[in-house]
Nanobody, 121 residues
Framework: QLQLVQSGGGLVEAGGSLRLSCGAS????????MAWYRQAPGKQRELVAT???????NYADSVKGRFTISRDNAKNTIHLQMNSLKPEDSAVYYC???????????????WGQGTQVTVSS
């Protein structure tokens, strides 16, 4: 079974940087789109950045120019480099991937366990 495991995150002062990582483990046949989402208390989960298998990237307007998503297909990992962090970036960040464990499986949505990012003012 395919699993996404996250690492990184934590507490940082405004203007600082953090790096999140997400790796796929278990039985992996293929993973297509991968992304980072975040959810702040009392708010809906929102898309932060996406990256396709072909390395096409998109960002939410609120993070453009500050966050960078990267992907290593050989290692089935993605990273989110977050610079110039603001208090409003505070949230639980989730890794997402759409993939399948074997060629017989349909593509499914997979989520990481979530990691807290807190930016102090």
């Amino acid at each position: 079974q395919l699993q996404l495991v996250q690492s990184g995150g934590g507490l940082v002062e405004a203007g600082g940087s953090l790096r999140l990582s997400c790796g796929a483990s278990g039985t992996i046949f293929s993973i297509n789109d991968m992304a980072w989402y975040r959810q702040a208390p009392g708010k809906q989960r929102e898309l932060v950045a996406t990256v396709t298998r072909g390395d096409s990237k998109n960002y939410a307007d609120s993070v453009k120019g500050r966050f960078t998503i990267s992907r290593d297909n050989a290692k089935n990992t993605i990273h989110l480099q977050m610079n110039s962090l603001k208090p409003e970036d505070s949230a639980v960040y989730y890794c997402y991937g759409r993939g399948r464990s074997t060629w017989r499986d349909h593509f499914q949505d997979y989520w990481g366990q979530g990691t807290q990012v807190t930016v102090s003012s």
